[in-house]
Nanobody, 126 residues
Framework: QVQLQESGPGLVKPSQTLSLTCTVSGGSITSSFYAWNWIRQPPGKGLEWMGLIAYDGITYYRPSLKSRTSISRNTSKNQFSLQLNSVTPEDTAVYYC??????????????????WGQGTQVTVSP
């Protein structure tokens, strides 16, 4: 059974970089046609897709976040990571990592993803 687990700081200061890592177990992030996503949910709002790294290392980003976002991977550790630069309090959210083998892109629908991490709260505050 594939399991995902987010890790990283829960508090980030404004203008700094938010860094999170998702560790995948029970499956490989290089499995063909799978994509590994970062999705967040600000307080009181819906899910927002941020970006993905595909099984072959190709990345896609939400256009509004592209200039501040970087997703990378470490295949030896079966992990993928998110970096979000120049954060503001508006970046406060629960951040999720999610995986899917379905042909979806930029989806914020829960059922489009096969695997979810439990989510981690990140607060941006001085």
């Amino acid at each position: 059974q594939v399991q995902l687990q987010e890790s990283g700081p829960g508090l980030v200061k404004p203008s700094q970089t938010l860094s999170l890592t998702c560790t995948v177990s029970g499956g490989s992030i290089t499995s063909s046609f799978y994509a590994w996503n970062w999705i967040r949910q600000p307080p009181g709002k819906g899910l927002e897709w941020m970006g993905l790294i595909a099984y072959d290392g190709i990345t896609y980003y939400r256009p509004s976040l592209k200039s501040r976002t970087s997703i990378s991977r470490n295949t030896s550790k079966n992990q993928f990571s998110l970096q979000l630069n120049s954060v503001t309090p508006e970046d406060t959210a629960v951040y999720y990592c999610a995986g899917t083998g379905r042909r979806v892109l930029a989806s914020s629908r829960v059922n489009d993803y096969e695997y979810w991490g439990q989510g981690t709260q990140v607060t941006v505050s001085p």
